[in-house]
């Protein structure tokens, strides 16, 4: 049963920013706890964002976005009558669809693999902080993914395959990848922001961002939540 619920301003916050003002990024909130929504709904709308809907299962997420329209949806991938990860795919799958940041306890491997073809572009754990939920929020808003450091331990040693033939296919799909794209793919399994791999690599942000869509475009991922998940399927990392 979905419980949206209209942000501050309701609609009206689609009304065009003035000439210097950032866009407010909208966001939906789907998790089956209340005091959950309650936190992320506080901390969500502390850092400037709108939280325009917010629903307590798939359905209700389903609902939401086509009620409300937000730019990126936080989703718990564990609830009780439909998963997150079905839910996703069912939200990915509408026109205009948001970007998905999922919430998780990083459980199963089999979860992680499935959120992330299910279209997930971001991974945040349950006991987030307030600056790695922000930056995660506003990068999947712009249409990028967001994997923090910490995330991208646990979600790469979950997504690790012992299957020589999945490491066969995802190194087949990297063969292409230049050296440069390579480096720049290989920070992006270490959670590192495109600023951060500009530094470490003496780039500018606009470089890096040109290697990363090479290397998406290459390796057919869809975001760089995919890309680090089949790189390290590919077994370049040790």
Known sequence: ??????????DAAT??????????????????????????????TARGMEVVGEADDGDGAVDLVQRHHPDV???????????????????????????????TSFDTPATIRDAVAAGVQGFLAKDVGPDELESALRQVAAGEG???????????????????????????????LSERERDVAERVTRGLSNPEIARELFLSESTVKTHLNAALTKSGAANRVQLAVLVTEGSWLT
């Open 1 to 10: 049963m979905s419980e949206g619920v209209t942000g501050s301003g309701g």
């Open 15 to 44: 009304a065009q920013p003035g000439a210097h003002e950032p866009r407010v990024v909208r966001v939906g909130i789907v998790d089956d706890d209340t005091m959950v929504r309650s936190l992320l709904r506080t901390i969500v």
């Open 73 to 103: 949806l936080l989703m718990d991938l564990r609830m009780a009558r439909m998963s997150g990860v079905e839910a996703t795919r069912a939200v990915r799958a509408l026109p205009s669809a948001p970007g998905v940041v999922a919430l």
């Open 146 to 176: 967001a994997l923090s450091p910490r995330a991208a331990r646990v979600v790469l040693e979950q997504a690790r395959s012992e299957d020589e033939g999945a490491r066969r296919r995802a190194s087949a799909r990297l063969a292409a």
